[in-house]
């Protein structure tokens, strides 16, 4: 299998009616691990890194390790540069064959933000790569969290629609009230503005902050236009904890046999993922 760019992905789910699950891999059993329940349950996905692991491997390096286990599964997948933080880094990526990149520029003004993202589409599309942009700010709601910032400010549904066609991005990731990390208490989000959104707005849209949110609310949300749902903190959290719980107890304290026990939790929260989003048996 080769990495799909993203878009194709996204508009295949956009027409379905159901979202592609954006699972975050930070190593080569991460990756292998989502790829083999993707593949068993027939699933499109996405694996999505950046700036919060490119410090374990670099972009060049994830390429290299993404391509070489791609090569035993049939399933359609994308590799997409999540949150990238300036043109270098996206470059990079592009450099090392990512078939999706994200420049999160959200919490600049809405000038630089889309001038850059002009700049992104311009470098990925000779490469046949996607683009996701955002609009809005997706805040976080704990200081562990990698992603966003503390502030958090709404996407504009009207700013949203002109932002898609002046950048030619391919999705659009908005802020209604989602928020990276582990809620502290349920998200309110915001559907009248969603459906807004969806209605005016060309690009598939992406829900970053998956973790958390309610079955019914993100089932809502994708018949609304979320094509694309991001998952990073439960899957962590679920590795984390298998660690933890296992070391704890004086087992697999031979570190590879801990990472193997932990993959486990990490595939049930893949599969949970795909089963929720619908992508089971749409690949």
């Not at 990512?98 to 959200?106: A, E």
């Not at 694309?228 to 899957?235: G, S, W, Y």
Request: glycine residues 10%; proline residues 5%; charged residues 20%.
């Amino acid at each position: 299998m080769k990495f799909v760019p993203m878009g194709e992905l996204l508009e295949g789910a956009r027409a379905g009616g159901y979202a592609v699950p954006s699972f975050c891999v930070w190593s080569a059993e991460a990756m292998e691990t989502a790829l083999r329940v993707a593949e068993r349950l027939r699933a499109p996905v996405i694996l999505m890194n950046g700036p919060g692991e490119f410090p374990v491997l670099s972009p060049a390096t994830v390429g290299a390790v993404a391509y070489a286990i791609a090569k035993r599964f049939s399933v359609p997948a994308a590799l997409h540069c999540d949150h990238g933080s300036t043109l270098e880094e996206v470059a990079a990526c592009l450099e090392a064959g990512y078939s999706s990149v994200m420049l999160d520029y959200s919490a600049r003004p809405y000038e630089e933000n889309a001038a850059a993202m002009r700049q992104v589409v311009a470098l990925a599309r000779p490469r046949g790569a996607s683009v996701e942009g955002e609009l809005g700010q997706v805040g976080k709601v704990d200081e562990t969290t990698v992603e966003g910032t503390g502030e958090a400010a709404l996407t504009d549904p009207d700013q949203a629609a002109a932002y898609a066609e002046e950048t030619g991005v391919d999705a659009l990731a908005v802020a209604i009230g989602n928020a990276h990390g582990r809620y502290q208490r349920l998200p309110r989000l915001d559907f009248e503005r969603l459906a807004a959104l969806g209605e005016r707005v060309r690009v598939p849209l992406v829900l970053h902050g998956g973790t958390g949110t309610p079955e019914a609310d993100l089932r809502r949300a994708i018949a609304l236009g979320i094509c694309k749902v991001n998952v990073a903190t439960e899957q962590v959290t679920a590795v984390r904890e298998s660690l933890q719980a296992q070391w704890q107890a004086g087992r697999n304290l031979w570190t590879p046999l801990a990472q193997a026990e932990a993959m486990g939790a990490l595939g049930a929260v893949v599969e949970k993922w795909i089963r929720v989003t619908g992508a089971q048996g749409r690949a």
